[in-house]
């Protein structure tokens, strides 16, 4: 018997009600966007085009030589106006194409069907998905194609998607396997075809009855794709823990997925290929949800890549109250920041404004050692204990307690009555060790 | 606009929880058992309850200025320390008893070692440890519930040195209700029940140290009075067992984090309560031995880390 979930792990409120029931707008045609050369994990993208020229929509516009990389293709027609630094949401500065559309959102002549799952080999699938430069969407933007690649030393019986969608606030998941399952289950069986994995797994908290129920009915002639409804907790859509409710195997700690047979990817990435390989049309737009207690009128817009938030924001009936915090992502591991001048990117699962009072940050008190992070750390860790090791500077201790084991879930800081930042000081631990090992092997 | 955002590393949201909420839990769950000690102990308990709690607020508050550190006794945990040093304290006590216990407790035992979350012991166990040290004769004049004070002797001494409950001795349906000898808030099984009952259901205290402390004395009683139920029902009535493991064994800062951790500390209050009890000199165990195993909890902690998800030993 499968478990359908995992230990320790916590309720936050969903505050999903607002937007569950909205279906996915298109935005509003940008003038202008900003299209990040780096929206992935991996190597940056060097610009394929220079100011001046003209681009169409699904046009190449950045590549890289690594192997872990994504292409970055235009989301309009128009004209290259710069090549320059914007802001970058998870950070720092990323070097962008600045692209004025001229409205007509004239297609790139190389944006033609791949072809069905049966005629396409599974390197062409593979090919199919590094050409459209496709990332993880659930937020950690992983290339794709490095993920679908089959390897012959490592074989991949198990393919999860994860529709779990376990951050507040968000809904756009919910609302894709609503309203497009069919192609979830396209992709999938493209991406499975590609791995060359038998089984199909769809993992869904038990909170969205009618997702699990339209995935169901779009599965019902595919008997190797369960779809699995799993216990409603967070962290419940992290990587191992989705992997250990589904198909009751541990991720060895420092491993990947594949160690244990298996390969992990969000709903809205599936649907995404499905989308290339009808239409190939690249990656160059996502469904995001827009909410929080200081948006005017929250939704499910379907948006291009590289439209400012501050656009989208005034799409939304603008600011209803003083903003004190935007961010992109949920509410548990999303990244605040501090300009509306970042963009939308292939990751950009969530945008949520929060007024000033939700946004305060607490004072912390002393730890009153109640262990609470204890029993609810999804990998069983002793979050107290390395956050006091890292305040101290006392790496090792923090390195010993296995702190480069935490997936930064962020529960802890959230259970905390003491409101100590847990997690934060965890992260000032994984840095020094990671920075540690890599002397070492320099 | 830009000047005005928070910037903060995740997580953005937080429980609503906090300390005060907890430590209000507590003394919501030790209000029936001070209601009890008021009942069967009157005037004389109210006198003690309100001393030690009064005093553990202030040393709290002037310590803190004193040493300008911001005064938390707001967080509650200042009351719930002077409550269950009442607790502690037998009717007949001099009003010095309850105010000496709490300054000692609050001050000596918390404050010095870093304020809440840092004493190693339990503060008002190791108040009554101290107090039963040093004034023994007050400490142990146990009087019959009633306003009128009269001498008694407690469950416990009834039993010392014996493997059988001897006829003179209380019932247990008076032990069970709190009719009998001892201190103001212990001797009510009952009413430490329900409390432990909402600690648990709030989600303040994990069952298992309770659970398991009193199942290890049930054990050892059973087999040291030959399998007779009554002598073991007697033993788990009778003295502080029940305010110990469900109040005080469960103290955050003096008990192990780790699951396991807290499973071998019940354990070890379960033996050493039963060996005090049956074996030792006083005829009380409970307080030694949750104060022995706090002391051990540190080191019981560092050897029992829970096993990393997907870590290979």
Same mark, same amino acid.
């Given at each position: 018997?499968?478990?359908?979930? $995992?230990?320790?792990?916590?309720?936050?409120?969903?505050?999903?009600?607002?937007?569950?029931?909205?279906?996915?707008?298109?935005?509003?045609?940008?003038?202008?966007?900003?299209?990040?050369?780096?929206?992935?994990?991996?190597?940056?993208?060097?610009?394929?085009?220079?100011?001046?020229?003209?681009?169409?929509?699904?046009?190449?516009?950045?590549?890289?030589?690594?192997?872990?990389?994504?292409?970055?293709?235009?989301?309009?027609?128009?004209?290259?106006?710069?090549? &320059?630094?914007?802001?970058?949401?998870?950070?720092?500065?990323?070097?962008?194409?600045?692209?004025?559309?001229?409205?007509?959102?004239?297609?790139?002549?190389?944006?033609?069907?791949?072809?069905?799952?049966?005629?396409?080999?599974?390197?062409?699938?593979?090919?199919?998905?590094?050409?459209?430069?496709?990332?993880?969407?659930?937020?950690? &933007?992983?290339?794709?194609?490095?993920?679908?690649?089959?390897?012959?030393?490592?074989?991949?019986?198990? $393919?999860?998607?994860?529709?779990?969608?376990?951050?507040?606030?968000?809904?756009?998941?919910?609302?894709?396997?609503?309203?497009?399952?069919?192609?979830?289950?396209?992709?999938?069986?493209?991406?499975?075809?590609?791995?060359?994995?038998?089984?199909?797994?769809?993992?869904?908290?038990?909170?969205?009855?009618?997702?699990?129920?339209?995935?169901? /009915?779009?599965?019902?002639?595919?008997?190797?794709?369960?779809?699995?409804?799993?216990?409603? /907790?967070?962290?419940?859509?992290?990587?191992?823990?989705?992997?250990?409710?589904?198909?009751?195997?541990?991720?060895?700690?420092?491993?990947?997925?594949?160690?244990?047979?298996?390969?992990?990817?969000?709903?809205?990435?599936?649907?995404?290929?499905?989308?290339?390989?009808?239409?190939?049309?690249?990656?160059?737009?996502?469904?995001?949800?827009?909410?929080?207690?200081?948006?005017?009128?929250?939704?499910?817009?379907?948006?291009?890549?590289?439209?400012?938030?501050?656009?989208?924001?005034?799409?939304?009936?603008?600011?209803?109250?003083?903003?004190?915090?935007?961010? *992109?992502?949920?509410?548990?591991?999303?990244?605040?920041?501090?300009?509306?001048?970042?963009?939308?990117?292939?990751?950009?699962?969530?945008?949520?404004?929060?007024?000033?009072?939700?946004?305060?940050?607490?004072?912390?008190?002393?730890?009153?050692?109640?262990?609470?992070?204890?029993?609810?750390?999804?990998?069983?860790?002793?979050?107290?204990?390395?956050?006091?090791?890292?305040?101290?500077?006392?790496?090792?201790?923090?390195? /010993?307690?296995?702190?480069?084991?935490?997936?930064?879930?962020?529960?802890?800081?959230?259970?905390?009555?003491?409101?100590?930042?847990?997690?934060?000081?965890?992260?000032?631990?994984?840095?020094?060790?990671?920075?540690?090992?890599?002397?070492?092997?320099? | 606009?830009?000047?005005?955002?928070?910037?903060?590393?995740?997580?953005?949201?937080?429980?609503?929880?906090?300390?005060?909420?907890?430590?209000?839990?507590?003394?919501?769950?030790?209000?029936?058992?001070?209601?009890?000690?008021?009942?069967?102990?009157?005037?004389?308990?109210?006198?003690?309850?309100?001393?030690?709690?009064?005093?553990?607020?202030?040393?709290?508050?002037?310590?803190? /200025?004193?040493?300008?550190?911001?005064?938390?006794?707001?967080?509650?945990?200042?009351?719930? &320390?002077?409550?269950?040093?009442?607790?502690?304290?037998?009717?007949?006590?001099?009003?010095?008893?309850?105010?000496?216990?709490?300054? $000692?407790?609050?001050?000596?035992?918390?404050?010095?070692?870093?304020?809440?979350?840092?004493?190693?012991?339990?503060?008002?166990?190791?108040?009554?440890?101290?107090? *039963?040290?040093?004034?023994?004769?007050?400490?142990?004049?146990?009087?019959?519930?009633?306003?009128?004070?009269?001498?008694?002797?407690?469950?416990?001494?009834?039993?010392?040195?014996?493997?059988?409950?001897?006829?003179?001795?209380?019932?247990?349906?008076?032990?069970?209700?709190?009719?009998?000898?001892?201190?103001?808030?212990?001797?009510?099984?009952?009413?430490?029940?329900?409390?432990?009952?909402?600690?648990?259901?709030?989600?303040?205290?994990?069952?298992?140290?309770?659970?398991?402390?009193?199942?290890?004395?049930?054990?050892?009683?059973?087999?040291?009075?030959?399998?007779?139920?009554?002598?073991?029902?007697?033993?788990?009535?009778?003295?502080?067992?029940?305010?110990?493991?469900?109040?005080?064994?469960?103290?955050?800062?003096?008990?192990?984090?780790?699951?396991?951790?807290?499973?071998?500390?019940?354990?070890?209050?379960?033996?050493?309560?039963?060996?005090?009890?049956?074996?030792?000199?006083?005829?009380?165990?409970?307080?030694?031995?949750?104060?022995?195993?706090?002391?051990?909890?540190?080191?019981?902690?560092?050897?029992?880390?829970?096993?990393?998800?997907?870590?290979?030993?």
């Amino acid at each position: 018997m499968k478990s359908l979930t $995992f230990r320790g792990g916590i309720h936050p409120p969903g505050y999903k009600e607002t937007t569950a029931h909205l279906e996915v707008e298109k935005a509003v045609e940008p003038s202008v966007v900003f299209i990040p050369l780096k929206q992935h994990a991996g190597a940056p993208c060097q610009p394929l085009v220079k100011v001046g020229d003209r681009v169409t929509v699904g046009e190449r516009i950045g590549e890289s030589d690594a192997f872990i990389s994504a292409l970055v293709h235009s989301s309009v027609s128009g004209t290259v106006k710069e090549i &320059t630094k914007i802001p970058d949401a998870t950070g720092g500065e990323v070097q962008a194409v600045v692209i004025e559309s001229d409205g007509l959102n004239e297609v790139h002549p190389s944006v033609k069907p791949a072809g069905g799952i049966e005629s396409l080999k599974p390197e062409e699938i593979v090919a199919a998905v590094r050409n459209a430069g496709i990332v993880g969407m659930g937020g950690a &933007t992983f290339p794709t194609h490095v993920k679908i690649t089959e390897l012959k030393d490592k074989k991949v019986d198990n $393919f999860i998607l994860n529709g779990a969608e376990c951050e507040p606030y968000l809904t756009a998941d919910h609302r894709l396997m609503l309203e497009n399952p069919e192609d979830i289950i396209y992709g999938l069986r493209a991406m499975m075809k590609a791995k060359n994995s038998k089984n199909g797994f769809i993992g869904i908290e038990d909170n969205k009855p009618d997702a699990i129920k339209a995935m169901k /009915k779009a599965a019902e002639h595919y008997p190797n794709i369960k779809i699995v409804a799993l216990h409603t /907790k967070y962290p419940q859509g992290a990587s191992d823990q989705l992997v250990y409710a589904c198909i009751g195997k541990e991720v060895p700690a420092g491993g990947s997925s594949s160690d244990a047979g298996v390969v992990v990817h969000n709903v809205a990435t599936a649907a995404q290929v499905a989308k290339v390989l009808k239409t190939g049309m690249p990656s160059i737009d996502r469904i995001t949800t827009v909410a929080g207690n200081a948006i005017a009128n929250p939704k499910n817009l379907l948006i291009k890549v590289g439209v400012p938030i501050k656009e989208v924001i005034e799409q939304c009936g603008g600011y209803s109250k003083t903003p004190g915090k935007i961010i *992109m992502g949920g509410p548990m591991m999303g990244i605040a920041q501090y300009t509306d001048d970042v963009v939308i990117t292939k990751g950009s699962s969530g945008l949520l404004i929060f007024d000033e009072e939700e946004a305060k940050i607490p004072e912390p008190e002393q730890c009153i050692r109640c262990g609470k992070c204890v029993e609810i750390c999804p990998v069983n860790l002793q979050p107290l204990l390395i956050s006091a090791y890292s305040l101290n500077n006392m790496m090792e201790h923090a390195e /010993k307690y296995r702190a480069a084991d935490c997936i930064e879930c962020g529960s802890c800081s959230f259970i905390c009555p003491s409101k100590r930042p847990l997690l934060q000081s965890i992260r000032v631990a994984k840095a020094a060790i990671a920075e540690k090992k890599r002397k070492q092997s320099n | 606009m830009e000047e005005r955002l928070f910037v903060s590393s995740s997580p953005h949201i937080r429980d609503e929880n906090t300390i005060q909420k907890m430590m209000l839990d507590v003394v919501i769950a030790l209000l029936p058992a001070t209601l009890g000690a008021l009942y069967y102990f009157r005037i004389n308990g109210a006198k003690i309850i309100l001393l030690s709690v009064l005093t553990a607020v202030a040393s709290e508050a002037v310590f803190q /200025k004193l040493r300008k550190q911001p005064i938390t006794i707001n967080d509650l945990s200042a009351v719930v &320390t002077g409550l269950l040093l009442a607790f502690n304290i037998p009717a007949s006590a001099p009003w010095w008893i309850p105010v000496l216990g709490a300054v $000692f407790a609050i001050v000596v035992v918390k404050q010095f070692f870093g304020g809440i979350g840092h004493n190693f012991m339990n503060p008002a166990l190791a108040a009554r440890i101290m107090l *039963m040290i040093s004034y023994t004769g007050h400490m142990t004049s146990w009087v019959k519930p009633g306003a009128d004070a009269v001498s008694t002797a407690t469950p416990l001494s009834f039993v010392k040195g014996l493997t059988e409950v001897p006829g003179k001795a209380p019932k247990l349906f008076d032990m069970f209700m709190g009719n009998t000898g001892g201190c103001l808030g212990e001797t009510s099984a009952i009413l430490l029940i329900l409390g432990g009952i909402y600690l648990v259901y709030r989600g303040i205290i994990s069952i298992q140290v309770p659970a398991i402390y009193i199942a290890t004395v049930a054990v050892f009683t059973l087999i040291f009075g030959q399998f007779d139920v009554y002598f073991m029902v007697y033993h788990l009535l009778a003295g502080g067992l029940m305010l110990g493991a469900i109040y005080m064994a469960t103290d955050y800062a003096s008990a192990p984090v780790t699951p396991k951790g807290r499973i071998i500390f019940a354990l070890g209050c379960g033996i050493l309560t039963s060996v005090f009890r049956l074996y030792g000199g006083y005829p009380e165990g409970v307080g030694f031995s949750i104060l022995l195993m706090n002391i051990a909890a540190p080191l019981i902690e560092k050897y029992t880390s829970p096993r990393v998800f997907g870590e290979v030993r």
